[in-house]
């Protein structure tokens, strides 16, 4: 496991600012917030204390006591609040306490009830904001896993022949079902975790013919002049997300797919451009938006909703592109362009950008050609 | 998608039983609950509110408004306690408003400045522990998908030579992390997630070769008489999880694995007699320890811990095998059986147990043999 627990620098200075006792988090399972403290994930509820510089970790009986480098974990059966009380309570009987605004009612009554005066604190989206060297290497590492799995769609449709437009692969009619679970085996040898994340669609079609696949009644069959969105997001062993979509038009039949294709990569070079440390987070989406219009395209829905923003151990955090931020050097922002159109469907591209000291780059830089036949692995 | 929202008879039903106005679950991503009342999950934290016998969701403009048959959907970006009154307003400016104890702080408070006076319910728990007919099929289907990523693990384990005592298969020494990934490509073939749950270790085994996998140091290379203990928690497209886990010894050079492995079987086998509709939880979990030490073992800390308990939407839910509570037709329950000891290693069974009015059965009712060559898929 080469990650520990995280954020207790963070913590302390924000105690500091705030002449706080400590701060409480308690978080279930695949809890990001759970996952950065403490390096694991719990298939139960646990409790995550700091202070007097020192994390602390109380778990019930029913899961294994872990050991982790840097935090005093011991078992205990009481509910959240109390256990966190208890472990404050070696320090001082009153005081403030920070915990995010989130945090469950009932353990935030039994805090105030035992003497402790609650004071929300983002501090841990901001913290989380802002990754080190082994996040960024980590988040990276998935990213070449997702394109392995994004490299396996366009083979498989670089493969198919046709019948009547329809696609056919490895003698069936080719279905988004049968792509994604093609993805999913990519993911999977490469030792990454799809997420339930992966989708293949082909934007809003209209389409009559569908097949029931065996377990998604929702698999639509493709034809050769489908605009075929392949997108994945999967989670590495450490957690870390990534997230990469590429559109594939095996026969494109009209003008449409390119000049529409032509505008997403292009509005995708803009953040390149423009989402430097200093930067506001704001502009950038706006640019990015301005910058498909400038081509004659209206932004897709999607990115009209969600032009991206932060990407680590959740899919969505810290910077959002939309928000009044100052992008920061450190950050890792997943960057969304999309067009789509009810007669022709959506061309879309997603890429995760790292913002350096000199600049951003796309991670990995993989290629965004149209033609799966023209994507390397 | 075959699952719509599910709940709102037994929210009813407690609203009424309790003389509340209204109930409030506000959720995040994957939260199970969130699932179970919508059907669907999210990216982001969504409010839902169950009020004069309807669901309302309320979603920020960042994601695209769901159309969920039987759930008023609308945007709101406030806050979700504001969002979560503003629904409760339409029907009545005050009242008693049921929600989950762990509802967020900021969201309580939200609440009761409005003017409700919040109570607790166990409800979710409760109603998500007593599985309908689609529930169940849904998790016998996983549970298929997972017995076929056992049944890759076996088939490499039975295909495997030896070389001075090591395993090797296709041309390399066999690691733990080799057959994780081969488990994982065979559960994406069967269109599932590996959710992160799948591990395949060697129990508490001392070893001192270790190899390095590209990114996991702690893969370990197989020996021929290591008892290899695979381990399996998909979900299904839908949501639902199943867990199955076998133990397999390629050549086992002494009797401990066998005895073992008896044990662990027959106390499997005390499940079936014993966790009827109306038998008590916590005697269930005790009888299948006895079991267990009636041939001679102690229960591994494992199985001292969690002997198992409800699964569902969530890998852990009610009813708890070790809890005060009766077991009823419409449960799904975990069972786990392991032995375990410092020398030979650890031989442990997983299964999930459908209890129906007529009594408990395994679900597919995989083999449970230690010899892989024997594992029929």
Redesign the interface.
């Known amino acids: 496991?080469?990650f520990g627990p995280r954020g207790g620098d963070a913590l302390d200075a924000a105690l500091d600012d705030r002449d706080a006792l400590g701060f409480v988090f308690i978080g279930r399972g695949?809890d990001p917030n759970l996952r950065y403290l403490t390096g694991r994930?719990f298939?139960?509820t646990v409790v995550y204390v700091r202070v007097a510089g020192e994390s602390h970790l109380r778990v019930p009986?029913?899961?294994?006591t872990p050991e982790i480098p840097g935090v005093t974990t011991r078992i205990d059966d009481k509910p959240p609040g109390k256990a966190a009380a208890t472990v404050l309570g070696s320090e001082a009987t009153s005081g403030t306490v920070l915990?995010p605004?989130?945090?469950?009612?009932?353990?935030?009554l039994h805090l105030e009830s035992a003497g402790y005066d609650?004071a929300?604190t983002p501090v841990l989206n901001e913290v989380r904001a802002v990754k080190d060297d082994d996040e960024r290497a980590a988040i990276e590492?998935v990213q070449r896993a997702a394109r392995r799995g994004i490299a396996r769609a366009a083979e498989i449709l670089a493969d198919a022949t046709t019948d009547d437009r329809t696609l056919v692969w490895d003698g069936a009619p080719l279905s988004t079902?049968r792509i994604?679970?093609q993805v999913?085996?990519a993911?999977?040898?490469e030792?990454v975790?799809?997420?339930?994340a992966t989708s293949v669609d082909v934007g809003g079609r209209e389409r009559s013919g569908k097949t029931a696949?065996?377990?998604?009644?929702?698999a639509v069959v493709l034809r050769a002049d489908d605009p075929v969105v392949v997108s994945v997001a999967p989670?590495?062993?450490d957690g870390y997300r990534s997230a990469l979509a590429r559109t594939f038009v095996v026969d494109a039949d009209g003008g449409w797919e390119r000049r529409a294709h032509v505008a997403c990569d292009a509005a995708r070079d803009v953040a390149l451009v423009e989402a430097g440390p200093g930067a506001d987070a704001a502009f950038v989406g706006s640019e990015i938006r301005a910058e498909t219009a400038a081509f004659g395209f209206s932004p897709s829905?999607?990115v009209a909703?969600?032009v991206g923003g932060g990407i680590g151990l959740s899919?969505?955090e810290s910077p959002?592109l939309?928000g009044d931020t100052e992008l920061a050097a450190g950050n890792v922002v997943r960057v969304r362009t999309a067009v789509s159109d009810p007669e022709n469907g959506r061309i879309e591209l997603v890429d995760v950008m790292a913002i350096d000291d000199d600049g951003p780059t796309f991670l990995g830089d993989p290629p965004t050609s149209l033609d799966p036949a023209a994507w390397s692995q």
Do not use: C, F, K, Y
């Not at 009986?61 to 294994?64: G, K, Q």
């Not at 605004?101 to 935030?108: K, L, N």
């Not at 975790?193 to 339930?196: T, V, Y």
């Open positions: 496991m080469p695949p994930e298939d139960t009986s029913t899961i294994e915990a605004q989130t945090i469950p009612h009932d353990a935030a609650l929300s590492t079902e994604r679970r999913n085996v993911l999977a040898i030792g975790d799809a997420a339930g696949a065996e377990d998604d009644t929702s989670r590495g062993r829905e999607e909703r969600d899919l969505r959002p939309d």
